[in-house]
């Protein structure tokens, strides 16, 4: 007797599509068969002939908020809004409150998490100035990877670090066969080009992606890229925000380095054309940038230039947003994403022919999966995986994203108002139904810890 089949489903993996019936049994594949099954199971779902993909892995996922203060994300809120936006495992940046940069708040991040998500979770280890005998501590702990910052920092709770730190962070994740994933801006260029902009009484978005350009983003993707030459850690650049940024770290790995590019839905769904509708809530670090240079991002994704999306969902309560709109120095950098990205890059993406199902799949599960060491059990849909699947909608009809229905804590999004034309309409996470038409229907706790398969941390 198996605990589910899914029948009639057009299977997606970066490989190709196949129709096939999915058995599942004790909360993960039990078989995939192109030839329809007459088996016995507790439930059936008829995915009536729709697209079956895996489970969403957000390798870039800010909730923020630990202490219950009720004013950024919450892990009860948030992991509904993943679930419903079809991520059935979050990947948490340690930029919480407080930060997860020794092994004491590591574990205590991880037993909220175990108490309070909806959906399965893995986290990061920072590394900040002082921290550098933390490293091997989280990783043991079951840590999937490690963030710095080269700019954009947390002052005071979560600061950048200079190059000689970096380095001697990127050693320690080498030796600990880690991965480090980095911010890669130059924050000495930012402050000068902040207030020459503010000396001339700009107070725009775009004034702010001037600040911001792309040539200080690849001068310090450039350095990143050195000192991981030498150091021989594995280094994924976040959020690669242009062309050019993208361009230099496939070089890179075209030449050997164990470096890998993550861009996000962010970045090729906004342009600075959205600038006057949108205002403070695309102010996001690095900026969105000019349609020339979206339009060169999507053909990179479809390429292969771009391994990874990630959403980089980080709220902020709406007074830190609204004063942005007269001031845009005031506004918090971030936004909201988790409900959204898939969707738009369904809507955006493969309804309008620019990246294929296949492709999508590689970057938002399997890729993900594959560079933090959670492989097979997340990221694909094979037989002793977990049971993580969705069933896609691509043909709706009348649909906006309405920020004011989000599950998140907090009710507003740059992509308010854009049409859905494709969505998940069903998440499973091990075998259970934990969303369906935009109903949550798991209890907070559902979500398990998730470490990497080299760990013998158990979840």
């Known amino acids: 007797m198996f605990d589910v089949i899914v029948k009639n489903c057009r299977v997606v993996s970066s490989q190709g599509i196949i129709e096939a019936d999915i058995l599942v049994k004790d909360g993960r594949i039990a078989a995939i068969s192109e030839e329809p099954l007459e088996a016995e199971a507790a439930r059936t779902i008829d995915a009536a002939g729709r697209f079956v993909m895996p489970g969403v892995v957000d390798e870039h996922v800010h909730i923020i908020d630990m202490d219950l203060k009720e004013v950024y994300g919450r892990f009860e809120l948030d992991s509904e809004s993943a679930a419903v936006g079809g991520v059935t495992t979050i990947i948490e940046m340690p930029i ?12 205590e991040k991880k037993k909220q998490g175990e108490q309070r998500l909806k959906v399965d979770f893995a986290l990061y280890g920072g590394g900040v100035p002082g921290n550098l005998s933390e490293i091997r501590k989280m990783h ?4 999937v990877g490690f963030k710095s910052m080269m700019a954009a920092s947390v002052p005071g709770m979560f600061d950048a670090v200079d190059d000689g730190q970096l380095f001697e962070i990127f050693q320690e994740i080498a030796a600990c066969g880690s ?5 890669a801006e130059n924050e000495m260029l930012i402050q000068t080009l902040q207030k020459q902009l503010k000396a001339a009484g700009r107070k725009d978005l775009a ?14 993707i450039q350095r990143a890229l050195l000192l991981q030459k030498e150091a021989g850690c594995r280094l994924i650049v976040v959020h690669v925000s242009n062309p050019g940024g993208v361009e230099l770290i496939h070089k890179a790995q075209s030449e050997g380095q164990d470096v890998h590019c993550e861009s996000g839905p962010q970045y090729l769904n906004l342009t600075m054309d959205d600038a006057e509708k949108v205002g403070p809530y695309m102010k996001i670090a690095p900026p969105v940038r000019s349609a020339e240079l979206n339009a060169v991002l999507w053909e990179q994704l479809e390429k292969g230039y771009i391994d990874t999306l990630g959403s980089d969902h980080g709220g902020h309560p709406v007074e ?17 994403g988790l409900e959204t990205s ?12 620019r990246v294929s199902l296949e492709r999508l799949v590689e970057v938002m599960c399997e890729n993900p999966a594959k560079l933090f060491g959670i492989y097979p059990q997340k990221g694909t849909l094979q037989v002793g995986s977990d049971a993580d699947l969705l069933i896609l909608d691509l043909e709706i009809e009348d649909r906006k994203v309405d920020a004011s229905q989000f599950r998140s804590l907090l009710h507003y999004s740059p992509f308010d108002g854009r049409p859905v034309t494709g969505a998940p309409v069903l998440t499973m996470i091990r075998g259970t139904v934990v969303a369906q038409d935009g109903e949550i229907l798991v ?3 559902f979500g ?10 158990s979840s």
């Open 96 to 107: 919480t409150f407080p930060p997860t940069t020794t092994l004491e708040a590591f574990l």
């Open 140 to 143: 043991d702990a079951g840590a």
């Open 179 to 183: 991965v480090i994933v980095v911010h």
């Open 207 to 220: 004034a702010y992606e001037a600040s911001q350009p792309v040539f200080q983003e690849n001068e310090a």
């Open 320 to 336: 830190n947003k609204e004063g942005g709109w007269d001031d845009i120095w005031t506004a918090s950098n971030g936004a909201l």
């Open 342 to 353: 898939l969707p738009m890059m369904l809507t955006n993406g493969v309804n309008k022919g």
């Open 443 to 445: 209890d907070q706790g």
């Open 448 to 457: 398990q810890f998730v470490t990497r398969r080299d760990s013998e941390v």
